[in-house]
């Protein structure tokens, strides 16, 4: 009998003795290493990077070259806005450079697929600002990891309000406390999303209608 177990294979004697073997037993290198990479993608575990690189593996060559192509123009296109942070391939973004947008109100949101969130709401016309995370001591991770050094060279004087659109859970409470300590002091209006986004969730799954009510009822800190 073999029973699979996450990375590992136990295999049963008929002495009912078990031993532990990696699957770099029954797969070549390749295919291992490929498991391993897709392993590495945040939310995919073990079986479902082998589940991929089976699927791959099973792809016409020439959409596999299309695939790889397609990563390694991302990867090098793709920069962050030098004003916001968000991605784009031209500098500044398409939000940073409309002028139809408001430069007075900045909503300010943990990473870039946040933006993408809140624009489906439509009715936001201000422009955004990217932290690329939250403050998190458990994490090792303080104000300094973050892009508020950038936040604070954007509050000249024409910005007069920060949206803190942070995820409603510890870091993201805690993250949007400390803007608002620092930020207040220079005379800017501070707000937050209000609770329509349920504590501990996070905006990409929220739906339209739960992101404009958060919006429209967003309160001062």
């Known amino acids: 009998m073999v029973k699979q177990i996450n990375k590992f ?25 490929l498991i391993e990479e897709f392993a590495k993608l945040p939310g995919i575990g073990y079986k479902t990077a082998q589940r991929l690189t089976l699927h791959v593996l099973n792809l016409p060559q020439e959409e596999v070259k299309e695939f790889s192509e397609a990563l390694v123009k ?4 793709i920069k962050y806005c030098s004003i916001c942070g ?5 500098d500044p973004c398409s939000i940073c450079g ?11 949101v943990e990473q870039p697929k946040d933006i993408m969130s809140m624009e489906k709401v439509r009715e936001y016309n201000g422009v955004y600002h990217v932290l690329h995370g939250t403050i998190s001591p458990m994490a090792g991770r303080g104000p300094e990891q973050i892009k508020l050094r950038e936040l604070i060279r954007r509050l000249n004087g024409e910005v007069k309000e920060v949206i803190v659109a942070t995820n409603p859970n510890i870091e993201g409470e805690a993250t ?10 220079l005379g800017v209006k501070v707000t937050r999303i209000a609770h329509g986004i349920p504590v501990g969730g996070d905006l990409d799954y929220a739906d339209e209608v739960t992101l404009s009510k958060a919006l429209e009822g967003r309160r001062e800190i």
């Open 9 to 33: 294979i136990c295999v049963y004697t008929k002495d009912k003795y078990m031993k532990e073997v990696t699957t770099m037993d029954f797969y070549p290198v390749a295919i291992e290493k």
């Open 86 to 90: 968000n991605f784009t391939d031209s």
């Open 98 to 108: 409309n002028p139809s947008r408001d430069k007075s109100t900045v909503c300010v």
């Open 74 to 77: 991302a990867r090098g296109t």
């Open 176 to 185: 949007a406390m400390f803007i608002s300590k620092i930020i207040k002091p």
